[in-house]
Structure formats: C-alpha cells, structure tokens
C-alpha cells in the first residue's frame, strides 16, 4: 500500500521548510532512493535547488531542474526538482513542497508532505490529506 507521510514544522518559514526537505532528500539518496521533489514555481525550484548545494557543508546530492517533459536526464540516479509531473522512474519516492495534489501517483511508493505552521498551508494540507486518504494511501502525520 502507498504511504503519504505528513510532516509538520513548528515555524512558518519557507526557508526552514525546504532546509528540513534538503535533510529529509539527502537521507532518501544516501539510502539509495532516487526522488521527484514537486513545488509549486519555478522560483521555489530554483531556490531549493540552491539550498541543496549549500544546508551542509560536505553534502553532495546530485539534483537538477525539470523543466520540460521532453528533457527526462539519461541518468536516473539524480534527485528531480519541478513543477511538472514526476516521469516514469522518479515516481516511487515524491516529496510535495507544493499547495497541490501531485498528479499521476500509480506508480508512487510514498509521498512526503512538508509543512509548516502557516494556516492557509496546513489547510491545503489538509485537503491533500483526505484525498490521499480516497485515493487508497496509508496516512501519517509528523510533528516536528
């Protein structure tokens, strides 16, 4: 059974959000999980794709932008970053950073949802909960 894992932060910063997701990611690839992080810009794409390079000082996580669907890297052991659904072989593992409901999950293992204390966030949140729990997953909830 697919599990969505809901992980709630005490702050209502971005910045602490996707630092918590650069810890989160780099412990999926250390584990040998190659993920799709799903946001909801452009701008937070690029901006946690930064952040990977620079929360910690001797981390190395081999990450790019996705951007086009027609671009899918030949080499699939790299963590995705983008607003587009996740191809084919990054759907096991996906991380939603996004106020959405991420699209075509039949072939995800589990789904991780990072929130943080801002209350129009958690009430998107919650929303994404009770679909996941429709679409058949098995829900947790994390507070951090």
């Not at 997701?21 to 993920?35: D, M, N, P, V």
């Not at 052991?77 to 659904?85: E, S």
């Not at 084919?88 to 990072?114: C, G, H, M």
């Amino acid at each position: 059974m697919a599990k969505a894992s809901f992980y709630i932060l005490p702050s209502d910063s971005l910045p602490a959000r996707f630092l918590f997701a650069c810890k989160l990611i780099e412990k999926a690839y250390r584990s040998g999980q190659f993920c799709y992080v799903y946001t909801d810009s452009l701008q937070q794409s690029q901006q946690l794709d930064n952040q990977l390079w620079t929360f910690r000082e001797n981390s190395f996580i081999p990450h790019q932008l996705y951007e086009t669907e027609n671009k899918v890297p030949d080499y699939p052991k790299t963590v995705l970053i983008g607003t587009l659904a996740a191809p084919e072989r990054w759907q096991k593992l996906i991380f939603n950073l996004s106020s959405k409901y991420p699209a075509d999950l039949t072939n995800t293992d589990r789904v991780l949802e990072i929130l943080d204390n801002n209350e129009a966030l958690k009430q998107a949140g919650r929303q994404r909960f009770r679909q996941y729990k429709q679409n058949g997953f098995d829900t947790s909830t994390h507070k951090i």
